[in-house]
């Protein structure tokens, strides 16, 4: 027994043909030119007040790293230069997005360094436990 031999649906043609449209993605805006200079003004003496905090805004904003990165970042995964954004097992890191290299400049490098002798574990950011290193880089510094 079939029940909808019966139904009367109405025409659907004009629907079947209608095209759905992507929404336009707007970029997005990019921050004041004032607001850059006067995170950039305060970062020395970010850099003596909170180091760890520091070490994490160079990693952001220089290197464009993004918080679960630059929690995990050892110093041994810096090479030639760059360091390995890539999946490393035997840490337990698997890095969300792209993986690769990126260059650190000599400038970035240098004040990075600074502050290696503050780091514990190989972590780049300075924090005797992982939750002092996810303070600073997910409260503080954000």
């Known amino acids: ?15 079947r043909t209608e095209r759905v449209e992507m929404p336009k993605r707007v970029k997005p805006r990019a921050l ?3 607001v850059i200079a006067a995170i950039n003004a305060a970062a020395p003496e970010l850099s ?3 180091p760890a905090v520091y070490v994490a805004f160079l990693m952001f904003c220089r290197l464009g790293l993004r918080n679960i990165k630059i929690r995990n970042a050892r110093w041994d995964w810096i090479e030639n230069g760059r360091i390995g954004i890539i999946e490393r097992r035997a840490e ?12 650190i400049s000599p400038e970035v ?3 990075l360094q600074r502050f290696s002798a503050l780091s514990t574990n190989d972590y780049i950011i300075p924090g005797a436990t992982t939750t002092e290193r996810a303070s600073a880089v997910d409260r503080r510094q954000a």
């Open 109 to 111: 490098m240098k004040e």
């Open 1 to 15: 027994m079939r029940s909808y031999n019966d139904l009367n649906l109405p025409d659907f043609t004009s629907f």
């Open 48 to 50: 003596m007040n909170d």
């Open 32 to 34: 004041d030119t004032g």
């Open 92 to 103: 337990n890191f698997y890095p969300k997005g792209r993986e690769g290299w990126l260059p």
